[in-house]
């Protein structure tokens, strides 16, 4: 029941397929990437060896992976599909039973070489998922409830394990992600306002049950929160992150301090400088003018990978390609509107430049997924 | 399997259609980004600008060095001292249990401070310091600086800190440092920012507190950059303030030492005067303290024991001190009498030990009387009978009018803490405080230095200074400032007849060196170093007792005033000793050694004194706690 199956013999085999990866995308990555290695070894004080280097290896790791997983032919990922979705669940229980501890939070395990965030590798193996689902359900069953509840049991039971951990950030982004690949699918619009609906209801329900028995999320969460809605409040507590972020952005003006000039992320008054908040590293030192550049670029990703999902008749090839950029597009539009005061701080990198190793891995193995698609997109006989 | 075409377009529609929605969104959603980055990058560049300028920059006052105070001779009287501490960063220390364990190697630090740090260091500011030990020795704080490597966070710290190194024999002249307490800030208007620098001292007490604007100094400050944790990255600019002005006091520090060591045990003041300049050659009260305790922080215990004692050892008698003069008075009655011309020095009262007025009896100390008495007689043997006859021909204003003269009730401009103004009561006065009418046995009262009448021991010396001169000298401590001499307080001439005086003085010179003189014990024998004073005995119960047979704070006190040499008078000391009993036998002895003292600059021969009396001195002279020249650890009084 594939959409593929037709023409498949059109599609590029071999090396040859190298040719056909979409390198505008892979061009945009790299810079992207070499942004991000400017910052780490600026907030490093100069310093290669601290976070660049060891980014730089992971991003190496990383393109080596999306070339690989661009090679292999798109169906083979949707047959994997669902098996890769088992496996991340059962990374997500595994980290329950054994994770290590970063910022009172479990969030990763220990495999010896880096630290695997099992609720990153969730956000791609779900967007697959949906993907597949979409493209084996009949269309004419797309916005019926029954076969609507199935995707959203599917986007749930990852989002409740790791809202366990808990992680309210990456939580938040399961559920915008996997319900905008299933808007991307055509499931009717009524859903979603339903959702939304129920989302503000959740919402309310979560302060209602705060200081209660069956309080929803974390006193942390919760203060976060607060915060975010007034920073002042608390200058040099919680507060203190959001202030000193946007001191360190405003500061930076039209053209920035220059490389290493920040003195804000210099003398270590922003927070989580080289990593959720490396934004505001780069914003001081490269001004506005370096910070929209960024933005641009992200865009610009956004708008070759949108492209390629127009261009691509293939229906899980699309859906992939759309849920890998919305995914995308949700970690930086989240962390650029937490970085600057549009949103509480929830724990989410800014793609590609953030250090970390997950993040990283599992972004570059989804723009493998992407190029996999472009690469084995169905052609027209000529 | 094929999917139909028409399947595949209408997904391929769909999608088309939701993905520009999504596009769609994800732009305005960037734009929504561009904009807020451009708002708070551009429009509110500058404010944030300075924010992270005020985040980075600190401003650090940089003390200046306490001015210094010697005495007259140069010998340091206040110091500053080099204090090496060791103070912790605690965001720097790996484990706090390490670092303890091996500064306990390298400094003495017991478990009971550790426990203080370890409290402290969760109240600290955020970079800011903690003090793990103070006052180390240099050997201690070079233990720490080698171990520097294995001892991250753990800093040695050099500081100035005030030292006296006279111990108590100043205590009560230059007072002490301490810490600006909040009562302290609350008592000034506008403060200067150097108070509220951390461990920053200020005078308390004595000199150093009423001549703080001279001795502090302008504080400089530098610039510095810093980190988010307050820690300093790198100094900007600096500009260094200026020294406070050195003192240099009127006391010989070694007259000083030697005076307080003779007053003690005994709760007592002394001052010497110069009777020329009005230069306070030492100026003592005892017992005394070690100042260099507050400095430090004194313990309850020592603070307890200080302020417990009935001797009264943070009391500065010689200023604060105030007591009826009792017969040191007389020289003023007689003078007043004699200016009035009331009466003649020849002029004879007999004594029948007491004098009725208004249906009351005044006695005099003698039971037995004086017989016939002349002014001569009056003063040598100290008849009161005679002072009362006095009183009543010249009235009060006039006895008070010349009490003023000659020092009383005046409230010399000395930099002493609580310098007392004393009392020379009049009618007016009377009737002010007490709301009633002066009666004449008031007068009689204060003839013979009792009733109202109150003086300070630095009063009486500057009485016997003026007695001595004819001159309106007055009392000088502050010799220079920063090199400039301090000028000199004479109001002139008192404009007291000359032969009024020479019989005065004639009478003075007799009540120590005429057989019959109620000093004569404490007479000097050295040609030319003659001493001319007056004893007095002031009663502090009324009723007529044997200072004996009552409890020591009920005893009299014991005071005597002096000038000498009697040719040529060059210095004047006055004595009080509280509960002495009387003048004679506990204040005068202690003033002719204080004289022997200044006059000789020494310990004096033993040919200065009575041949009677030389083997006893000498005993004395040796058993003295001196150590001239040296330091004297805990002169202050257990």
Same mark, same amino acid.
């Given at each position: 029941?594939?959409?593929?199956?037709?023409?498949?013999?059109?599609?590029?085999?071999?090396?040859?397929?190298?040719?056909?990866?979409?390198?505008?995308?892979?061009?945009?990555?790299?810079?992207?990437?070499?942004?991000?290695?400017?910052?780490?070894?600026?907030?490093?004080?100069?310093?290669?060896?601290?976070?660049?280097?060891?980014?730089?290896?992971?991003?190496?790791?990383?393109?080596?992976?999306?070339?690989?997983?661009?090679?292999?032919?798109?169906?083979?990922?949707?047959?994997?599909?669902?098996?890769?979705?088992?496996?991340?669940?059962?990374?997500? $229980?595994?980290?329950?039973?054994?994770?290590?501890?970063?910022?009172?939070?479990?969030?990763?395990?220990?495999?010896?070489?880096?630290?695997?965030?099992?609720?990153?590798?969730?956000?791609?193996?779900?967007?697959?998922?949906?993907?597949?689902?979409?493209?084996?359900?009949?269309?004419?069953?797309?916005?019926?409830?029954?076969?609507?509840?199935?995707?959203?049991?599917?986007?749930?039971?990852?989002?409740?394990?790791?809202?366990?951990?808990?992680?309210?950030?990456?939580?938040?982004?399961?559920?915008?992600?996997?319900?905008?690949?299933?808007?991307?699918?055509?499931?009717?619009?009524?859903?979603?306002?339903?959702?939304?609906?129920?989302?503000?209801?959740?919402?309310?329900?979560?302060?209602?049950?705060?200081?209660?028995?069956?309080?929803?999320?974390?006193?942390?969460?919760?203060?976060?929160?607060?915060?975010?809605?007034?920073?002042?409040?608390?200058?040099?507590?919680?507060?203190?992150?959001?202030?000193?972020?946007?001191?360190?952005?405003?500061?930076?003006?039209?053209?920035?301090?220059?490389?290493?000039?920040?003195?804000?992320?210099?003398?270590?008054?922003?927070?989580?400088?080289?990593?959720?908040?490396?934004?505001?590293?780069?914003?001081?030192?490269?001004?506005?003018?370096?910070?929209?550049?960024?933005? $641009?670029?992200?865009?610009?990703?956004?708008?070759?990978?949108?492209?390629?999902?127009?261009?691509?008749?293939?229906?899980?090839?699309?859906?992939?390609?759309?849920?890998?950029?919305?995914?995308?597009?949700?970690?930086?539009?989240?962390?650029?509107?937490?970085?600057?005061?549009?949103?509480?701080?929830?724990?989410?990198?800014?793609?590609?430049?953030?250090?970390?190793?997950?993040?990283?891995?599992?972004?570059?193995?989804?723009?493998?997924?992407?190029?996999?698609?472009?690469?084995?997109?169905?052609?027209?006989?000529? | 399997?094929?999917?139909?075409?028409?399947?595949?377009?209408?997904?391929?529609?769909?999608?088309?259609?939701?993905?520009?929605?999504?596009?769609?969104?994800?732009?305005?959603?960037?734009?929504?980004?561009?904009?807020?980055?451009?708002?708070?990058?551009?429009?509110?560049?500058?404010?944030?600008?300075?924010?992270?300028?005020?985040?980075?920059?600190?401003?650090?006052?940089?003390?200046?060095?306490?001015?210094?105070?010697?005495?007259?001779?140069?010998?340091?009287?206040?110091?500053?001292?080099?204090?090496?501490?060791?103070?912790?960063?605690?965001?720097?220390?790996?484990?706090?249990?390490?670092?303890?364990?091996?500064?306990?190697?390298?400094?003495?630090?017991?478990?009971?401070?550790?426990?203080?740090?370890?409290?402290?260091?969760?109240?600290?500011?955020?970079?800011?310091?903690?003090?793990?030990?103070?006052?180390?020795?240099?050997? &201690?704080?070079?233990?720490?600086?080698?171990?520097?490597?294995?001892?991250?966070?753990?800093?040695?710290?050099?500081?100035?800190?005030?030292?006296?190194?006279?111990?108590?024999?100043?205590?009560?002249?230059?007072?002490? $440092?301490?810490?600006?307490?909040?009562?302290?800030?609350?008592?000034?208007?506008?403060?200067?920012?150097?108070?509220?620098?951390?461990?920053?001292?200020?005078?308390?007490?004595?000199?150093?507190?009423?001549?703080?604007?001279?001795?502090?100094?302008?504080?400089?400050?530098?610039?510095?950059?810093?980190?988010?944790?307050?820690?300093?990255?790198?100094?900007?600019?600096?500009?260094?303030?200026?020294?406070?002005?050195?003192?240099?006091?009127?006391?010989?520090?070694?007259?000083?030492?030697?005076?307080?060591?003779?007053?003690?045990?005994?709760?007592?003041?002394?001052?010497?005067?110069?009777?020329?300049?009005?230069?306070?050659?030492?100026?003592?009260?005892?017992?005394?303290?070690?100042?260099?305790?507050?400095?430090?922080?004194?313990?309850?215990?020592?603070?307890?024991?200080?302020?417990? &004692?009935?001797?009264?050892?943070?009391?500065?008698?010689?200023?604060?001190?105030?007591?009826?003069?009792?017969?040191?008075?007389?020289?003023?009655?007689?003078?007043?009498?004699?200016?009035?011309?009331?009466?003649?020095?020849?002029?004879?009262?007999?004594?029948?030990?007491?004098?009725?007025?208004?249906?009351?009896?005044?006695?005099?100390?003698?039971?037995?009387?004086?017989?016939?008495?002349?002014?001569?007689?009056?003063?040598?043997?100290?008849?009161?009978?005679?002072?009362?006859?006095?009183?009543?021909?010249?009235?009060?204003?006039?006895?008070?009018?010349?009490?003023?003269?000659?020092?009383?009730?005046?409230?010399?401009?000395?930099?002493?803490?609580?310098?007392?103004?004393?009392?020379?009561?009049?009618?007016?006065?009377?009737?002010?405080?007490?709301?009633?009418?002066?009666?004449?046995?008031?007068?009689?009262?204060?003839?013979?230095?009792?009733?109202?009448?109150?003086?300070?021991?630095?009063?009486?010396?500057?009485?016997?200074?003026?007695?001595?001169?004819?001159?309106? $000298?007055?009392?000088?401590?502050?010799?220079?400032?920063?090199?400039?001499?301090?000028?000199?307080?004479?109001?002139?001439?008192?404009?007291?007849?000359?032969?009024?005086?020479?019989?005065?003085?004639?009478?003075?010179?007799?009540?120590?060196?005429?057989?019959?003189?109620?000093?004569?014990?404490?007479?000097?024998?050295?040609?030319?170093?003659?001493?001319?004073?007056?004893?007095?005995?002031?009663?502090?119960?009324?009723?007529?007792?044997?200072?004996?047979?009552?409890?020591?704070?009920?005893?009299?006190?014991?005071?005597?005033?002096?000038?000498?040499?009697?040719?040529?008078?060059?210095?004047?000391?006055?004595?009080?000793?509280?509960?002495?009993?009387?003048?004679?036998?506990?204040?005068?002895?202690?003033?002719? &050694?204080?004289?022997?003292?200044?006059?000789?600059?020494?310990?004096?021969?033993?040919?200065?004194?009575?041949?009677?009396?030389?083997?006893?001195?000498?005993?004395?002279?040796?058993?003295?706690?001196?150590?001239?020249?040296?330091?004297?650890?805990?002169?202050?009084?257990?």
């Amino acid at each position: 029941m594939s959409f593929l199956e037709y023409n498949v013999k059109t599609v590029p085999t071999g090396l040859s397929k190298v040719l056909y990866l979409n390198w505008v995308l892979i061009i945009l990555l790299i810079t992207i990437a070499s942004i991000g290695f400017l910052a780490l070894y600026s907030v490093a004080g100069g310093d290669i060896g601290r976070w660049a280097e060891p980014q730089m290896k992971r991003f190496a790791l990383g393109f080596v992976g999306m070339l690989v997983v661009a090679m292999v032919p798109v169906y083979f990922w949707r047959n994997t599909a669902a098996l890769a979705y088992v496996l991340s669940l059962g990374l997500l $229980v595994l980290v329950e039973l054994i994770g290590a501890t970063g910022g009172g939070a479990q969030r990763w395990i220990d495999l010896g070489f880096m630290r695997l965030q099992p609720s990153e590798v969730a956000k791609i193996t779900l967007v697959m998922l949906l993907a597949a689902y979409y493209d084996w359900l009949d269309l004419k069953k797309t916005s019926r409830l029954m076969w609507v509840i199935i995707p959203v049991v599917l986007i749930l039971l990852p989002t409740f394990l790791v809202l366990r951990q808990p992680d309210l950030g990456t939580a938040l982004l399961l559920v915008a992600g996997g319900g905008l690949v299933m808007f991307a699918a055509g499931v009717h619009w009524g859903y979603f306002a339903a959702v939304i609906a129920s989302g503000v209801a959740v919402v309310t329900a979560a302060f209602q049950s705060r200081g209660t028995g069956w309080q929803l999320i974390a006193d942390y969460q919760y203060d976060r929160i607060d915060t975010f809605l007034n920073p002042s409040q608390d200058p040099l507590g919680d507060g203190y992150h959001i202030t000193q972020s946007k001191i360190a952005l405003g500061s930076g003006g039209w053209t920035g301090k220059g490389l290493l000039q920040g003195t804000q992320s210099q003398l270590n008054f922003v927070p989580e400088k080289h990593t959720d908040f490396i934004l505001t590293t780069f914003a001081e030192e490269f001004g506005f003018i370096g910070a929209f550049s960024l933005l $641009v670029l992200y865009c610009l990703v956004l708008f070759f990978c949108i492209t390629s999902a127009l261009q691509n008749k293939d229906r899980f090839s699309s859906l992939l390609i759309l849920g890998v950029a919305v995914t995308f597009f949700l970690y930086f539009a989240v962390n650029m509107s937490m970085v600057m005061g549009l949103a509480p701080v929830v724990g989410v990198p800014l793609p590609l430049v953030s250090y970390g190793g997950s993040a990283m891995l599992v972004l570059m193995l989804a723009f493998g997924l992407v190029q996999s698609a472009h690469v084995h997109r169905p052609r027209m006989r000529a | 399997m094929k999917r139909p075409q028409r399947e595949i377009d209408e997904s391929a529609r769909r999608i088309t259609r939701r993905a520009i929605v999504l596009g769609g969104a994800q732009i305005v959603f960037a734009g929504a980004l561009a904009a807020r980055m451009r708002f708070l990058q551009v429009d509110e560049a500058d404010k944030y600008r300075l924010l992270a300028e005020d985040n980075r920059i600190r401003y650090d006052l940089i003390p200046p060095q306490r001015g210094l105070i010697f005495d007259r001779f140069g010998v340091p009287v206040a110091s500053n001292e080099q204090t090496y501490r060791v103070v912790l960063m605690p965001e720097d220390v790996g484990d706090l249990d390490d670092t303890f364990a091996m500064l306990q190697r390298l400094i003495p630090l017991t478990p009971s401070d550790l426990e203080k740090v370890r409290k402290e260091i969760p109240r600290a500011a955020p970079g800011a310091a903690v003090t793990v030990a103070d006052r180390l020795s240099w050997d &201690d704080i070079a233990e720490v600086a080698v171990n520097g490597p294995a001892l991250p966070g753990v800093h040695p710290e050099v500081g100035l800190s005030r030292v006296y190194p006279q111990n108590g024999d100043f205590a009560h002249v230059v007072g002490y $440092v301490g810490p600006v307490s909040d009562y302290y800030l609350s008592k000034i208007e506008d403060p200067d920012p150097l108070l509220l620098t951390p461990r920053f001292q200020v005078g308390r007490v004595g000199v150093e507190e009423k001549t703080e604007a001279v001795l502090r100094g302008q504080a400089g400050n530098k610039q510095v950059e810093v980190n988010a944790l307050g820690r300093v990255m790198r100094e900007l600019e600096r500009k260094e303030g200026d020294k406070g002005a050195d003192l240099q006091l009127t006391v010989d520090a070694k007259l000083q030492r030697y005076v307080q060591a003779r007053l003690e045990p005994e709760s007592a003041s002394a001052v010497v005067m110069d009777v020329d300049t009005g230069d306070l050659l030492a100026i003592a009260s005892a017992p005394s303290f070690d100042p260099n305790k507050f400095v430090r922080g004194i313990s309850q215990r020592d603070y307890a024991e200080l302020t417990e &004692d009935d001797h009264r050892p943070l009391a500065n008698k010689s200023v604060q001190g105030l007591y009826p003069p009792g017969s040191t008075f007389k020289m003023i009655s007689a003078l007043a009498a004699l200016e009035a011309g009331v009466v003649t020095a020849g002029e004879t009262f007999y004594c029948p030990g007491h004098k009725e007025v208004g249906g009351r009896r005044f006695h005099c100390w003698k039971r037995g009387g004086h017989g016939w008495v002349d002014l001569h007689t009056s003063l040598k043997r100290s008849c009161d009978v005679y002072y009362y006859e006095l009183a009543e021909r010249a009235g009060i204003e006039r006895i008070s009018a010349m009490a003023r003269k000659l020092g009383f009730a005046e409230k010399f401009d000395i930099p002493m803490s609580a310098v007392a103004q004393g009392l020379a009561p009049t009618k007016d006065w009377k009737a002010r405080r007490h709301g009633q009418n002066w009666v004449v046995g008031d007068s009689l009262n204060a003839s013979i230095g009792q009733g109202y009448v109150l003086a300070s021991p630095l009063q009486l010396a500057v009485m016997s200074a003026r007695l001595a001169t004819g001159q309106g $000298v007055s009392p000088r401590l502050v010799k220079s400032i920063d090199g400039v001499e301090q000028p000199l307080v004479n109001s002139g001439p008192l404009g007291l007849g000359p032969t009024t005086m020479t019989q005065i003085r004639k009478a003075m010179y007799d009540v120590v060196n005429d057989r019959g003189g109620t000093a004569y014990g404490s007479r000097i024998v050295a040609d030319g170093m003659r001493m001319a004073g007056k004893t007095g005995t002031s009663q502090v119960r009324s009723v007529v007792v044997r200072n004996e047979d009552v409890p020591w704070d009920q005893r009299d006190h014991a005071l005597f005033v002096a000038f000498a040499p009697f040719d040529k008078p060059k210095y004047a000391v006055s004595v009080v000793v509280e509960h002495g009993g009387g003048g004679s036998r506990a204040a005068a002895p202690v003033a002719r &050694d204080i004289m022997l003292q200044a006059l000789y600059g020494e310990l004096p021969p033993l040919e200065a004194y009575p041949s009677g009396q030389r083997e006893e001195i000498e005993q004395r002279q040796r058993a003295l706690p001196l150590n001239l020249g040296g330091g004297r650890a805990g002169s202050d009084r257990a």
